[in-house]
């Protein structure tokens, strides 16, 4: 590899001490005569970090070309080695497996119970193992679930496959969002999870392109199926994107030992979260566990995120089979979703950063559905209504993302609580997804569903209710708390919100002082005593 690269890991130049001696030699400085031209602002809007000071910037954008850049990559493998099952079903894998029956819908609820059986454990293991060894792991043991499922003779191995593939990757969504919210700052986050989020679809959209030219072009190529080469390609990917995580997640701010960060990223990342407000990572004990479990925040807001169901849009594919399409035009034409989903999600994005509307905008997203399940329960005679029906509710995708945002700030204060809320959520949601899609979607009444669109309508409208309710709850919790806003917008302890932006007695005068003069860097103003003082307090 070139030069560059390596520098870009492995810079380990610039220390605190040199920093302290000449300022400008920070990567991170930002002159306090900084202006930000017109032109930036304007471009700020579709990203934020343009506008930043020329420090700040430069590390805002060394972390997405790591960190950001890296998680959009193994997101998108998960939904690649996940949707997957769906392109190959309608592409001939339901003929040579003579999947007549529900076999589909159980290849769904194995994953799914795969996935809610690992989500926690999962979680516990992160008290004594890095997600910089976890993830990458799980990662490889499923891309080998992935190909073994390419030569299965039966639907009992895909049962088997399906089973252990859910386990290994309950341990990415949850742990990743934790990673995230621990490395971006509120007026970050929100596209960041979305743009990370989005690669779900973007991987949707690639499977079905993807199944479409393996059945075109590799189609019975050595005696192996198109659906089949679809499995052997997707494990080619996945692997060399494995093997990479060990090197590129760095873990949590206070934790980290990613080569591509150096001494002064690891202490301007401390400094960023301790002025947003955000606490370090705290190890799991029996009594922490519990106390998690018996709270009112994790039960309230786990309620909206268990009970989404979507409905309409799911089942696209096998309705455009029942009418005849032919097997390219069925994985190609979801795909308009995908580039809907896309393009409403990162506008959404903007929005929540820009106005801050965390959960009326998860409210937003689930209006889509609504209308899509209740066409659908409906089953007009008209075929554009239908297919209407089935791409407008991908306006509302980045459901997830943005409640995912609302969380980093309503749970900024605990990051393990922010890490058990998704995961164990998930674990819900799959348990619900292990058994509902067989009894309001079973595949054999394909494509109109007798009370499904129903039930689904009904659960969108009851996660609309049950987010405003959190809403209403959380602000009665603050005013109980007699919690205070920081610059930020989030509610803090009012002693944090000391420590962090004002002086109150000698010690935090002297953290304040510090903070500003040797993590913000003023010139000549940093003294030896001053640098120990700020290394002694983040490493506490």
Request: overall charge neutral.
């Amino acid at each position: 590899m070139g030069s560059g690269f390596w520098k870009f890991c492995s810079d380990k130049t610039v220390t605190l001490d040199m920093i302290n001696k000449d300022p400008s030699c920070d990567p991170y400085y930002d002159p306090p005569d900084w202006v930000c031209p017109k032109w930036r602002k304007t471009l700020s809007f579709f990203w934020e970090s343009i506008a930043k000071p020329p420090g700040e910037r430069r590390y805002v954008n060394k972390l997405d070309r790591g960190l950001l850049f890296y998680l959009m990559l193994s997101y998108m493998v998960k939904s690649l080695d996940q949707s997957n099952i769906s392109n190959a079903y309608v592409s001939g894998m339901k003929v040579d497996l003579h999947l007549y029956g529900n076999q589909y819908n159980y290849f769904t609820t194995l994953f799914n119970v795969g996935y809610l059986i690992g989500s926690v454990p999962a979680q516990i293991s992160l008290s004594w193992a890095r997600p910089s060894i976890m993830i990458p792991s799980c990662e490889i043991f499923w891309t080998v679930c992935v190909m073994a499922i390419s030569r299965a003779s039966s639907a009992k191995y895909v049962y088997v496959f399906r089973f252990f593939q859910g386990c290994m990757e309950s341990i990415c969504y949850p742990t990743m969002m934790m990673i995230i919210g621990s490395w971006y700052k509120p007026e970050e986050i929100a596209k960041r999870v979305v743009i990370w989020d989005m690669t779900w679809s973007m991987a949707s959209m690639f499977s079905g392109y993807l199944q479409a030219a393996v059945y075109t072009n590799l189609n019975g190529a050595r005696g192996i199926a198109g659906w089949q080469w679809l499995f052997i390609i997707d494990g080619v990917i996945s692997l060399p994107i494995a093997l990479i995580g060990y090197i590129i997640i760095p873990d949590f701010p206070t934790t980290s030992r990613a080569i591509w960060l150096n001494e002064r990223d690891i202490a301007y990342s401390i400094a960023r979260m301790t002025d947003v407000g955000k606490k370090g990572v705290k190890k799991m004990t029996v009594k922490r566990f519990f106390k998690i479990f018996t709270g009112w925040r994790f039960w309230a807001f786990i309620t909206p995120y268990s009970i989404y169901i979507t409905g309409a849009g799911d089942y696209f594919n096998l309705w455009l089979s029942s009418m005849d399409y032919s097997v390219q035009m069925t994985n190609i034409l979801p795909t308009i979703g995908n580039a809907v989903a896309l393009v409403s999600a990162y506008f959404l994005a903007i929005l929540s950063d820009l106005t801050r509307w965390r959960w009326q905008l998860t409210i937003i997203a689930i209006i889509p559905y609504l209308f899509g399940n209740l066409v659908l329960a409906i089953w007009p005679a008209s075929f554009a209504l239908k297919f209407a029906a089935n791409i407008i509710p991908n306006i509302g995708s980045s459901f997830f993302s943005q409640f995912m945002a609302w969380i980093s700030e309503v749970f900024q204060d605990d990051t393990e609580l922010r890490g058990y809320l998704p995961a164990i959520g998930n674990t819900i949601w799959y348990c619900q997804y292990a058994w509902f899609p067989i009894v309001a979607f079973p595949a054999k009444d394909a494509p109109r569903y007798k009370w499904g669109y129903w039930a689904a309508f009904g659960t969108s409208a009851l996660n609309i209710i049950t987010i405003y309710t959190c809403y209403l709850a959380y602000m009665y919790d603050v005013k109980r708390r007699g919690l205070i806003q920081n610059k930020y917008g989030l509610y803090v302890d009012r002693e944090d919100l000391l420590e962090s932006d004002s002086a109150s007695g000698l010690e935090k005068e002297k953290i304040s002082e510090v903070i500003e003069r040797t993590y913000e860097v003023q010139p000549n103003e940093s003294t030896e005593e001053d640098i120990n003082f700020v290394d002694e307090k983040t490493n506490q």
